[in-house]
């Protein structure tokens, strides 16, 4: 998608802080942090939200999911991780990317579930 953000991260054309990549996932730091550790984990190839993932494009999402262990270890989440993912409007979904955010490094409060 030549006008998405994300897409332009993942392809080094916008520049973010890299905590992870691989041929098909990258991960960064989240631009406005929600808590000390707040990383976007995201499929180098566009889908535009959850709502669009499909038996063709699933085992790059599972790609993303299956980096998030791996991504943990390496930054020592010891403590444990919330991941999150919005899709649409109602969940207040702003970069129409799909993407997952990892928040930890405290103890992460209320649950909404
Ligand atoms: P959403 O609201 O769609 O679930 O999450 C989008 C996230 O992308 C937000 O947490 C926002 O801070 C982050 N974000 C938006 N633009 C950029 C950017 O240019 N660079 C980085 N690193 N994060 C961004
Ligand atoms: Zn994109």
Known sequence: MSNC????????EIKSASVYED????????????TPV???????KHIASMNEMNAENSALVAKCL?????IAKDLKL???YRVIANCGAD???????????VLA?????????
């Open 91 to 101: 969940a207040g979904q702003t970069v129409f990317h799909l993407h997952f955010h």
């Open 5 to 12: 953000i994300f897409c332009k991260i993942a392809a080094g």
């Open 23 to 34: 041929e098909h996932v990258y991960a960064f730091k989240d631009i406005n942090p929600q």
């Open 66 to 70: 299956e980096a998030i262990p791996k």
């Open 78 to 80: 010891d403590g444990g």
């Open 105 to 113: 490094g405290r103890p992460l409060g209320e649950k909404l579930v």
């Open 38 to 44: 707040h990383l976007l984990v995201i499929p180098k």
